[in-house]
């Protein structure tokens, strides 16, 4: 108990002083959020009273896909590339407390972005509907869904390679996501892609949790919950320590 | 020191490791005794780190079994780790650790470890709290995974070229911390190709090349078993060894640019008679060794006769020996 609980500090602590993962997982997402919200740029979809009513859900979604894949994806990447790995394989930690320790980073960051972005929303007028408390379960599947395909990236790519692909990733999920997109804005073929993304899935979760209005998503609870259960599996499969 | 019917540390016995059809280790034995330095020395390439990974148990042996402390290090990883440190040759912190953060996050991970602080003193890095592992140099980094090496008062220590890459000081540092280990009763295994690390610090050094063991007992043994009826001497290259070995009446050989080896035993006359040789010639004589050659000449010896072996040698070490 005594090590898992240093190693999730020491973790969060050099989540918290990496420059690149505080811009990541903190700073973009706040910075969509309130810049698409004042600035009448992006489509909203019909019927949406206020951009951040619909930006909200969406910019969760984003804040969800940041931490547990991309700075995650990185910080393991660069991890597996500088041996760390591979000197705890020789420590008494053990790989099951390793994840454990990875998996409270993530959820303490979660807690952090998502309490910053519930408060610039409220400031910006948010008028959340539907079933807040959905949100938390919605939350936590997304998180493993991106959790386990940053961590595929990382236990299989070099550091350099996954760097640039989960940037990569990210900017297509983002824009394929319906995160501050619509998906009544794209192409009806896009959008079919973008709601089998498990951002299309998890922004489409949070904003039938979030937004009063807003459409059923039950199919995307099914998609959300097969990239959850999947993608962790392809990175438990696939993982190469060294 | 320990007897030898005592339980070796590091027990090796015919071990073989394959990577698909390449033969990295090839039946090697030896053993590691606790509380003495063992050095496995060894060309680039040689099967040193894969020997030394299968007993930190990061991969499984082709065939042929290793027990680290009488443990499987795969089946019994979880037993080991705790009694093992292991110094990796670089890397193995994370680039925006601090080294009194790095300390302690080990410290955690075992149940009696060493107070950091007082590591930090012992490795000279109590005054980098405030630097990251990125900005350390070299030896810095060096001396920390030492440190993370030591923290859990491991049984066995494994180290990966300690000392590669260090300023004199902080070589010597960790020379001495390494010979406290040894005296405290740890067994040590040293990885390293720097021979003069190894016959300055080791009790007990294991050759290896092509994944098979060349010598194997104390750098003194070593020495002594290489020591034939010659004489050694450094001059400038190019010298004419027939009209030197014309006047002193037996066979030299140029060894090495510059390295001669006069087969004769190192008798008065026969030292006095090269160098009037060469004093003739006004030529500089660099050193002479009589009789006690250093390891170097034993591992280059060694070494070289391994990839000059006779076409019966098996084909993976006909293959590495012509990289």
């Not at chain 2, 009589?290 to 070289?304: K, M, N, P």
């Amino acid at each position: 108990m005594k090590a898992l609980l240093a190693q999730t500090r020491s973790e969060l602590m050099l989540s918290l002083r990496n420059g690149e993962q505080l811009l990541v997982n903190i700073a973009i997402p706040l910075l969509l959020l309130v810049f698409f919200s004042a600035v009448k740029v992006l489509p909203i979809p019909t019927g949406v009273d206020k951009r951040v009513d619909f930006l909200a859900p969406g910019i969760i979604a984003l804040a969800v896909m940041s931490n547990a894949m991309v700075a995650l994806a990185i910080g393991t990447g660069f991890e597996r590339h500088y041996k760390v790995l591979k000197r705890l394989g020789s420590t008494p930690l053990g790989r099951g407390r390793w994840v454990l320790a990875k998996i409270g980073m993530v959820k303490v960051l979660l807690v952090l972005q998502i309490a910053l972005i519930v408060i610039a929303a409220f400031l910006l007028g948010w008028n959340p509907g539907g079933n807040p408390w959905l949100a938390i379960p919605a939350v936590v599947l997304g998180a493993f869904a991106f959790g386990g395909i940053g961590l595929l990236m990382a236990g299989t790519l070099r550091g350099t390679v996954t760097l640039a692909l989960a940037n990569g990733l990210y900017l297509l999920l983002l824009l394929l996501g319906g995160m501050i997109i619509p998906f009544s804005e794209m192409p009806s073929f896009l959008g079919t892609i973008g709601k089998v993304l498990p951002s299309g899935a998890l922004s489409q979760v949070l904003q039938s949790c979030l937004r009063s209005g807003a459409p059923g998503a039950g199919s995307a609870w099914i998609v959300l919950a097969i990239w959850a259960v999947c993608a962790p599996l392809a990175a438990v499969k696939f993982f190469r320590w060294e | 020191m320990v007897s030898s019917e005592s339980q070796p540390a590091i027990e090796v016995s015919d071990l073989a490791i394959y990577y698909g059809d390449r033969v990295a280790v090839n039946g090697l034995s030896f053993r590691a005794m606790s509380g003495q330095i063992t050095a496995l020395l060894g060309p680039n390439g040689a099967g040193k780190t894969s020997t030394v990974e299968t007993l930190e148990g990061y991969r499984r042996p082709t065939s042929g079994t290793v027990r680290v402390l009488g443990l499987d290090p795969v089946a019994e990883h979880r037993q080991l780790v705790a009694r093992i440190g292991v110094m990796l040759q670089s890397g193995g912190v994370a680039t925006g650790m601090r080294p009194a953060e790095a300390l302690h996050l080990f410290a955690s991970y075992y149940d009696n470890p060493i107070d950091p602080d007082e590591l930090l003193d012992l490795v000279g890095l109590a005054d980098h709290r405030s630097s990251t592992w990125r900005s350390m140099s070299g030896g810095e980094q060096q001396r920390l995974s030492l440190a993370l090496a030591l923290v859990g008062r491991p049984d066995v220590a494994f180290l990966d070229e300690p000392t590669a890459g260090i300023d004199p000081a902080g070589r010597q540092l960790i020379r001495r911390v390494i010979a406290d280990l040894r005296d405290r009763g740890v067994a040590v295994l040293l990885t390293t190709h720097d021979l003069e690390e190894a016959e300055k610090l080791a009790d007990h050094v294991v050759i290896i090349d092509h994944g098979v063991v060349l010598a194997d007992g104390t750098p003194a043994e070593l020495m002594r078993a290489s020591q034939g009826d010659e004489v050694r001497f450094g001059a400038p290259s190019g010298l004419d060894v027939s009209s030197l070995g014309a006047r002193v009446g037996a066979a030299v050989t140029e060894a090495s640019p510059g390295e001669y080896v006069v087969a004769s035993a190192a008798t008065p006359s026969m030292v006095a008679a090269i160098t009037a040789w060469l004093a003739e010639m006004d030529l500089p004589l660099a050193d002479l060794r009589a009789g006690r050659q250093r390891l170097e000449d034993v591992f280059l010896r060694l070494t070289a006769d391994a990839n000059t072996d006779t076409p019966e040698s098996t084909p993976s070490r006909r293959r590495k020996s012509r990289r």
